[in-house]
């Protein structure tokens, strides 16, 4: 069976960078045909796209996101990271990892972890 | 970029009924739209992918219908573990969500 966990602080300073990593489990990153993605929630709010990558590192970001964050996959450790810069409390939420075959919607999510943007 | 319009945004509904909820995006999309149930605390579950194909285990009691840029999801016997709040999900061209549509009990 397929999984993804997240991990990484849940507590990040406002003008730092967020960064968290997701691992897969149950099968190889490079299987093929795949989008590693990145969605977010705020507490009380809806879901948000970040971006995603592909296993050949081609990437696509969110536009309203996208001058802030960077998205990278290391198929050696069978894991993908975000990295969001310059954070305010905006960013505060639920972020998941999440996998889903090129032309079909996400099949796999991470359970989710809480980032909180605050001093 | 797609915008996704869900509506309504709140839905009060009683065991039973049936229930639609409806999903325009802001060009067309074909059939690249999945709906995903979420309950509290919990990730987000496919129920339906390329807008009409049930996803893996979900209840028939679910359909979806529609192509281009008008979409629905029915729920034809509303049940006891249906009340969630349900996003439409476009990936015609990179992603986007809907704002949701919470169901609750009447």
């Known amino acids: 069976q397929v999984q993804l966990q997240e991990s990484g602080p849940g507590l990040v300073q406002p003008s730092q960078t967020l960064s968290l990593t997701c691992t897969f489990s149950g099968d190889s990153i490079t299987s093929g045909g795949y989008y590693w993605g990145w969605i977010r929630q705020p507490p009380g709010k809806g879901l948000e796209w970040i971006g995603y990558i592909y296993q050949s590192g081609y990437t696509e970001y969110n536009p309203s996101l996208k001058s802030r964050v960077t998205i990278s996959i290391d198929t050696s450790k069978n894991q993908f990271s975000v990295e969001l810069y310059s954070v305010t409390a905006a960013d505060t939420a639920v972020y998941y990892c999440?996998?889903?075959?090129?032309?079909?919607?996400?099949?796999?999510w991470g359970q989710g972890t809480l980032v909180t943007v605050s001093s | 970029d797609i915008q996704m319009t869900q509506s309504p945004s709140t839905l009060s509904a009683s065991v039973g009924d049936r229930v639609t909820i409806t999903c325009r995006a802001s060009?067309?999309?074909?059939?690249?739209l999945a709906w995903y149930q979420q309950k509290p605390g919990r990730a987000p579950k496919l129920l339906i992918d390329r807008a009409s194909a049930l996803g893996r285990g979900v209840p028939s009691r679910f359909s979806g219908s529609g192509s281009g840029t008008e979409f629905t999801l029915t729920i034809s016997s509303l049940q006891p573990d249906d009340f969630a709040t349900y996003y439409c999900q476009q990936y015609n061209r990179l992603w986007a969500f809907g704002q949701g549509t919470k169901v609750d009990i009447q």
């Open positions: 999440a996998r889903a075959p090129t032309i079909f919607g996400v099949s796999t």
């Open positions: 060009q067309s999309i074909s059939t690249s």
